[in-house]
């Protein structure tokens, strides 16, 4: 059974920074493409970054392209988003998805698998 679990988040000011980790198992990581999703309080979940099974390969959405970094670790089967320069608008519970496939992929419904998300507050 495929399980996601994510951690890091917080409470931090703008400006600041912080990174969120991702611990999968119950599936061959490696031929797993990665994403990172985000959730605010009334709106619908919006992509924020994703990643190829070999990490070769990543997109990010544009309010985050600059700040945000995704990356993965196969052998400790984790992924990463580094956040800096974080602004209020950043404010959000941030999933965790997996697919399987080795391209990566921006759409939601591409991800059969979910974390349970970990909160992001950034306060102005």
């Known amino acids: 059974q495929v399980q996601l679990v994510e951690s890091g988040g917080g409470l931090v000011q703008a400006g600041g920074s912080l990174r969120l980790s991702c611990a999968a198992s119950?599936?061959?990581?490696?031929?797993?493409?990665m994403a990172w999703f985000r959730q605010a309080p009334g709106k619908e979940r919006e992509f924020v970054a994703t990643?190829?099974?070999?990490?070769?390969?990543?997109f990010y959405a544009d309010p985050v392209k600059g700040r945000f970094t995704i990356s993965r670790d196969n052998g400790e089967m984790t992924v990463y988003l580094q956040m800096n320069t974080l602004k209020p608008e950043d404010t959000a519970v941030y999933y965790c998805?997996?697919?399987?496939?080795?391209?990566?992929?921006?759409?939601?419904?591409?991800?059969?698998?979910w974390g349970q998300g970990t909160q992001v507050t950034v306060s102005s």
């Open positions: 119950g599936l061959t990581f490696s031929r797993y493409a």
């Open positions: 990643i190829s099974w070999y990490g070769g390969s990543t």
């Open positions: 998805a997996a697919r399987a496939s080795v391209r990566p992929g921006q759409v939601t419904n591409e991800y059969p698998h």
